[in-house]
């Protein structure tokens, strides 16, 4: 199985910060490579697929890259609603496994 | 609009059995590859399986694989998860989502099934 690894796993962060959250797999995924957004007692919400392309009707505050094993999530200007967590997901292979999660929280 | 809409969750033994069902809606259903995804109270999220849009390949976490199986109604529009032999450690909520394209990235989700393993 893939392994995938967030970090942080947890970040403090202000209104306006720039932050950037990095998701790194065992073995090489290509640009197979997902990123969720979830919010307490809410499912995921897809935020980026295919590693750098931004789902429809996400903020453009949000964007991500990488190829390979290395990848981040970089929200450019953090805003009161992106407060939540955020999860990175292999789709290279089966088991499509995720990241362990980073929660960001407000300092 | 696209939605779905898991339903079947509850209370059940160790060793017992349940099957939960997504019902979708605002899509050409058989057009797509459907997923079950769970997550332990507080814990991240877990690929639990998912199968192919015509029915004919799916795939488990080894965790589940043997005791749960995944299936769909392609005339319903509906995606199912028969859970056998549950153990406490399957205790979560568990969500559908329908993949998309062969990148396979997950979109949109159910607002998830509360399944809790318990004697």
């Known amino acids: 199985d893939i392994q995938m690894t967030q970090s942080p796993s947890s970040l403090s962060a202000s209104v306006g910060d720039r932050v950037t959250i990095t998701c790194r797999a065992s073995?090489?995924?290509?640009?197979?490579l997902n990123w969720y957004q979830q919010k307490p007692g809410k499912a995921p919400n897809l935020l980026i697929y295919?590693?750098?392309t931004l789902q429809t009707g996400v903020p453009s505050r949000f964007s991500g890259s990488g190829s390979g094993t290395d990848f981040t999530l970089t929200i450019s200007s953090l805003q009161p609603e992106d407060f939540a967590t955020y999860y990175c997901?292999?789709?290279?292979?089966?088991?499509?496994?995720f990241g362990q999660g980073t929660k960001v929280e407000i300092k | 609009q696209v939605q779905l809409v898991e339903s079947g969750g509850g209370l059940v033994k160790p060793g017992g059995s349940l099957r939960l069902s997504c019902a979708a809606s605002?899509?050409?259903?058989?057009?797509?590859?459907m997923t079950w995804i769970r997550q332990a109270p507080g814990k991240g999220l877990e690929w639990v399986s998912f199968?192919?849009?015509?029915?004919?390949?799916?795939n488990y976490a080894d965790s589940v694989k043997g005791r749960f199986t995944i299936s769909r109604d392609n005339a319903r529009n509906s995606l199912y998860l028969q859970m056998n032999n549950l153990r406490d450690e399957d205790t979560a909520l568990y969500f559908c989502?329908?993949?998309?394209?062969?990148?396979?990235?997950?979109?949109?989700w159910g607002q998830g099934t509360l399944v809790t393993v318990s004697s």
């Open positions: 989502a329908r993949g998309v394209s062969s990148f396979d990235w997950l979109d949109p």
């Open positions: 605002g899509f050409t259903f058989s057009d797509y590859y």
């Open positions: 199968i192919s849009s015509s029915n004919t390949y799916a």
């Open positions: 073995q090489s995924i290509s640009t197979y």
């Open positions: 295919a590693a750098s």
């Open positions: 997901q292999q789709t290279s292979i089966t088991p499509r496994t």
